[in-house]
């Protein structure tokens, strides 16, 4: 089925097709949790949650695979590179109290994905400990078993955790569509060129489009009765 797209229409193959919500957890999304204690403004990321729930639930009603991920790290820290830890330069790193328990410590509250787009069971968590969804998870040998070689990709932020997989998956082989209205950062103009450098030079890492278009796409069309 051809999905309006940019740079063009995206061909979603149903048979070969997963969902991939990157890192919706309460750390990133949530008022009180690590990134609104860094400044930021959740509401930025906020407003991915409404279309990113419309989208799972026909993506779910349609019977087609999720998968969701979650940036952080083991309890002793054992898997965090001291230059990671050390970024940021502040008081309160990963690893530390924060307001939500450990920041990005798997386990801890603010680690966990946000309620509204909580994982069914069998649904795959992927638990990554970098940027990208492939770097030091499962996550390619999962796809590969199931026969998956398209990714729709929701999630935050745009140009970090979304763009790095989206770049991660093209190299693999991997055909992405970016659900734009799904995707999310704490700087609007970041959000911009993001999801501007996935579909530029003719999709050089993928395309782009609404959530309208996907859901359109993949939800049962109304049956024609005829007459009675
Ligand atoms: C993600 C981040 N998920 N911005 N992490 O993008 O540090």
Redo the contacts with the bound molecule.
């Keep these: 089925m051809a999905i309006p797209a940019e740079p063009y229409a995206f061909e979603l193959r149903p048979d070969a097709v997963a969902l991939l919500i ?2 919706m ?1 309460r750390d ?1 999304l949530e008022p009180g949790g690590f ?1 609104a204690m860094l400044g930021n403004d959740v509401g930025q990321l906020r407003r991915t949650i409404a279309p990113n729930q419309a989208l799972l639930a026909a993506w779910r009603a349609a019977g087609l695979p999720v998968i969701h ?1 979650r ?1 952080g790290h083991r309890p002793d820290l054992s898997d965090l590179p001291p230059a990671k830890k050390a970024r940021g330069n502040g008081p309160t790193t990963i690893g530390d109290a924060g307001p939500m328990g450990r920041i ?1 410590v798997r386990g801890e509250p603010g680690h966990d994905i946000i309620p509204e787009l909580y994982p069914l069971p069998g649904e795959p968590v992927i638990d990554k400990p970098g ?1 990208g969804a492939f770097f030091a998870t499962d996550l390619h040998a999962i796809l590969h078993n199931r026969g998956i070689s398209q990714l729709v990709v929701t ?8 763009n ?1 997989t989206v770049r991660e998956a093209n190299d693999r082989g991997f055909d992405c569509l970016v659900v734009a209205d799904c995707c999310g ?2 700087f609007p103009e970041f959000h911009e060129m993001g999801l501007r450098m996935i579909k530029a030079q003719g999709g050089i890492f993928g395309w782009v489009a609404p959530s309208g278009a996907v859901i359109a796409a993949i939800e049962p069309k109304t049956q024609y009765k005829g007459a009675a």
Excluded at 155 to 162: A, K, M, R, Y
């Design positions: 990157i890192d957890q990133f990134g991920t940036e990005l940027k999630g935050v932020t745009t140009e970090v955790c979304v790095t950062s704490y």
